[in-house]
């Protein structure tokens, strides 16, 4: 929560958030909820996508999202986690820097948007 205030609900949890506060839930279950030092301003604001221990599910959603990819990937790969951040104008940086650093091998075809990720680096 940046600013105001946000409800969270799901089947298992009612949490209200405060600015500063900050939950992570996978499944409906509450993995994480604790206060963070605000920036002075979201990342998303400048450009900037910023993620922290997000599992790569949630990473090729945010890719998805940001850029309208039809992604091929091999869901055993689910278990990767990333941290980082990566640009919401420059598709090839966004690409690089997320899967770089997890040893990940992956084709991009930019005239059909088609992301297909082929598995770990050997």
């Not at 605000?38 to 790569?56: A, D, F, H, R």
């Not at 090839?92 to 075809?109: G, R, S």
């Amino acid at each position: 929560c940046y600013t105001g205030k946000v409800k969270v609900a799901t089947k298992n949890v009612i949490k209200k958030l405060q600015p500063g506060h900050m939950i992570k839930l996978i499944d409906g279950e509450m993995v994480l909820f604790k206060q963070t030092e605000l920036p002075s301003e979201p990342s998303w604001m400048n450009g900037v996508t910023k993620l922290e221990n997000e599992s790569l599910t949630r990473v090729l959603d945010e890719l998805n999202h940001l850029y309208g990819l039809r992604i091929e990937y091999d869901q055993t790969l689910n278990h990767l986690e990333y941290t980082g951040s990566f640009p919401n104008q420059d598709i090839n940086a966004a690409l690089k820097l997320v899967f770089d650093p997890l040893n990940i091998h992956y084709t991009y075809d930019q005239p059909n948007n088609e992301l297909v990720i082929l598995g770990l680096n050997p």
